[in-house]
Nanobody
Framework: QVQLVESGGGLVQAGGSLRLSCAAS????????IGWYRQAPGKQRELVAH???????NYADSVKGRFTISRDNAKNTVYLKMNSLNPEDTAVYFC????????????????WGQGTQVTVSS
C-alpha cells in the first residue's frame, strides 16, 4: 500500500554533487523513520543515512560531513544531498521507510524503493 518513488541518480565526476529524492505515497499515518541504503557490486547493502519523524539523523561514518539528509513531512519526501562524491560512492541507492498505515491498530509498513544508480567517475 505504501510506495516509494526515487529520483535524482545519475553520472557525476569525482568531487561533484547530486541530490536524491524519495517521495512516499499511499496509506500513511506516520513515518517512523525514512532513509537511504546503498549496495555496490559484490558488496552487502549498507545504511547511508536515515531521519526520524522528530528530525533526528544518523549517518554512516563514510559519508559524515559530505552527505546531508532532510525531509519534508508535508510532502512525505526525503532528500539526500551528496557532496564531494568519490568513486567509492558508486552504488545503487535505495530509499527505505518504516511507519504506520492504520490509525486504529498496529499496522506497520516496511517499504523499499526501486533503487537509483549513482555512478562517480574518476
Amino acid at each position: 500500500q505504501v510506495q516509494l518513488v526515487e529520483s535524482g541518480g545519475g553520472l557525476v565526476q569525482a568531487g561533484g554533487s547530486l541530490r536524491l529524492s524519495c517521495a512516499a505515497s499511499g496509506n500513511i499515518v506516520s513515518i517512523y523513520v525514512i532513509g537511504w541504503y546503498r549496495q555496490a557490486p559484490g558488496k552487502q547493502r549498507e545504511l547511508v543515512a536515515h531521519i526520524t519523524s522528530g528530525g533526528s539523523t544518523n549517518y554512516a561514518d563514510s559519508v559524515k560531513g559530505r552527505f546531508t539528509i532532510s525531509r519534508d513531512n508535508a510532502k512525505n519526501t526525503v532528500y539526500l544531498k551528496m557532496n564531494s562524491l568519490n568513486p567509492e560512492d558508486t552504488a545503487v541507492y535505495f530509499c527505505h521507510a518504516e511507519g504506520s498505515s492504520n490509525p486504529y491498530r498496529r499496522a506497520d509498513f516496511n517499504s523499499w524503493g526501486q533503487g537509483t544508480q549513482v555512478t562517480v567517475s574518476s
